[in-house]
């Protein structure tokens, strides 16, 4: 690729879209609900419960039901990985991470149909509502 002026005002362009994002309300909520994750010790108790119990889940998962306390172990995980789940940081961390994504999926998908109305956007998103199918299917939004 041949670096042109053009080149280096995208990039410019980009960098202010980047500075704009970071600044805005959805992604410092993100940011902040990441803090009081790594900065709560009762998450964090959680949160190492949760390794502890997967670790211990891994070591006999190659082995299933033939392991002896193989249920235990897989039934120890789901409870850790729902006491995780439900804490109040972890959740409203989701729901902002959530939120993001969206942010990001919808600028993409408009950078793309400013291009060309062909190009199909992976939004990783099932829920990508606002975009329509691509030919017909549902692998790719476009």
Known sequence: MIFTEEVFEIEDCVQELCDKIMASSVANDH??????????PATQQKEQAFIKARE?????????KFAPDYTEKRRKLR???RQLDMDEHVSAFRISERELQEVLDRISYDIAQKVSVNIKIDAGNPFFEFATK????SCSVG
């Open 79 to 81: 409870q850790e990985k």
């Open 56 to 64: 211990a889940y891994e070591r006999v998962e190659a082995y299933g």
């Open 31 to 40: 940011l902040n609900y990441r803090y009081l994750i790594a900065n709560t």
């Open 134 to 137: 691509g030919c017909g299917g």
